[in-house]
């Protein structure tokens, strides 16, 4: 959701405005995602990739996590109805991952969900799982009242909880230290109550990049306490406050691809939804980006299955989208790599976007997050033709190089796979892309994720 001082218009009716959804989000000139209240580096963004890795990294949640309260006495029944993901059973002080998906098996978003009561959970995470799951339960008939707590992007002031990730290889010592050795033992995805400094806290436990997690938090006016001890017990520990620069990169060690495009932007069975945004929404005023074009949104969407979700899927009950995803798990096309860009060509574009040697120069490449639009999607080739497309780029330094996350088919999916990746927008209309010319990298296909397979490893 973004503020603006205009009369709420429905995203629906800006679409016909727009000339539908390509031109809209090519044309919009919203940039990339920008972390809010955290500074850019703590220390250096470099150091503090390393931390996650070699120490320990405290990354902050609390400001850029949109969350979705949930309460009543049948918000799983409710769930079942809109999630593909089995739900039952969902015992308190557990947590699942929410994968949401439209009508014709279109990934729509995910999220986090805390159950932190029988009649109380939070969904955790972007916006979209949010904005779809409070639509449908405000024209549900289940007993579920929706709340919505925006993140700091689009407000201020105080929230209910606060939220950091202790995460690397010293996190549990840090953990059992800063508790003074009371720290229960959790297990994966489980919740655990504790207390730091004397204030009572929850953990979810969970992992990222192949190394064990705590995503602590408690009430909002308790945090200053518990960030001091963490910060104070975690000098000994080599932890280092991530940035939001550090951050951006965490996804794509992972795997994990955080913001694909919605697929609500098309088809007669998500009108009621697109009538139901308003222009206060990110959905309505996000761009998308890179040297993929076509005329069709739906070539822009991806799905849950070549996403890697379809081992939680619950194909045993009818929810939004079940047909059509079984349909997609029976004849799946593509699926999720690692591509390792060549050092060389990524240099290379580097040096002409500052230093062309023809006048025009390419597309820029920042450092470390290379993303220059909401959504990005660029084209991905193998021997001249369409291979995937690549989105969510990144300079990990756990590996000192540019990779990014990408779908590609199946036959291009075996790690060592040689594609090129083709860099730029061609013929874009947004003012945050410079005048430049499209450039091809070439590019490694890799395991995904790419940190628990190589870096960690250390197998390339």
Not at 16 to 26: C, H, T
Not at 30 to 35: C, E, M, N, S
């Amino acid at each position: 959701m973004v503020t603006t001082n205009e009369a709420p218009k429905s995203l629906e009716s800006i679409l016909q405005g727009a000339g539908g959804p390509v031109n809209l989000l090519r044309g919009s000139n919203l940039g990339p995602y920008r972390f809010p209240v955290i500074p850019a580096e703590f220390t250096n963004w470099r150091d503090e990739v390393r931390a996650w890795k070699d120490s320990c990294a405290l990354l902050e949640q609390s400001y850029h996590m949109t969350e979705l309260h949930l309460r009543g006495s049948q918000i799983i029944p409710f769930l079942s109805e809109i999630a593909v993901n089995k739900l039952d059973p969902f015992p308190v002080l557990r947590a699942k991952q929410l994968v949401l998906a439209g009508h014709d098996g279109y990934y729509v978003a995910d999220a986090i969900i805390f159950r932190e009561a029988e009649d109380f959970v939070r969904i955790v995470g972007a916006p979209f799982a949010s904005d779809w799951v409070l639509y449908n339960a405000q024209k549900s008939d289940y007993d579920v009242n929706a709340t919505k707590d925006d993140n700091f992007s689009i407000r201020s002031g105080t929230r209910e909880v606060f939220r950091v990730q202790i995460q690397g290889p010293n996190a549990l010592a840090l953990m059992r230290d800063v508790t003074g050795g009371s720290l229960p033992e959790i297990k994966f995805f489980n919740i655990g109550e504790f207390r730091i400094a004397g204030k009572a806290v929850r953990a979810l436990r969970h992992g990222m990049a192949g190394e064990p997690g705590f995503e602590v938090y408690g009430a909002w006016d308790d945090q200053q306490a518990v960030r001091e001890a963490l910060e104070k017990t975690g000098e000994k520990y080599g932890m280092r406050k991530i940035g939001a620069l550090a951050y951006s990169t965490t996804a794509q060690e992972s795997g994990w691809v955080p913001m694909p495009l919605p697929a609500i932007y098309h088809g007669e069975a998500m009108k009621p939804y697109r009538e139901w945004l308003s222009n206060y929404f990110l959905e309505s005023v996000a761009s998308l980006g890179g040297s993929f074009v076509s005329d069709d949104i739906a070539d822009y969407y991806v799905d849950p299955i070549e996403l890697g979700y379809k081992s939680v899927i619950d194909f045993g009950r009818d929810f939004i989208g079940r047909d059509a995803l079984l349909e997609r798990a029976n004849n799946q096309r593509r699926t999720k790599v690692t591509l390792e860009w060549d050092d060389e060509d990524a240099a290379v574009v580097m040096h002409d976007s500052m230093f062309p040697a023809n006048g025009m120069p390419a597309k820029f490449l920042n450092m470390p997050m290379p993303m220059y639009a909401t959504f990005q999607a660029d084209a991905v080739m193998k021997n001249g033709k369409m291979a995937g497309i690549s989105t969510w780029p990144a300079f990990t330094a756990n590996a000192d190089r540019f990779i990014s996350l990408a779908l590609v088919g199946l036959e291009h999916a075996e790690p060592g796979t040689e594609v090129t990746l083709v860099w730029g927008e061609p013929e874009s209309r947004r003012n945050t892309v410079e005048k430049h010319q499209l450039r091809e990298i070439k590019a490694r296909v890799a395991p995904a994720p790419y940190f628990e397979k190589v870096i960690k490893t250390g197998k390339n």
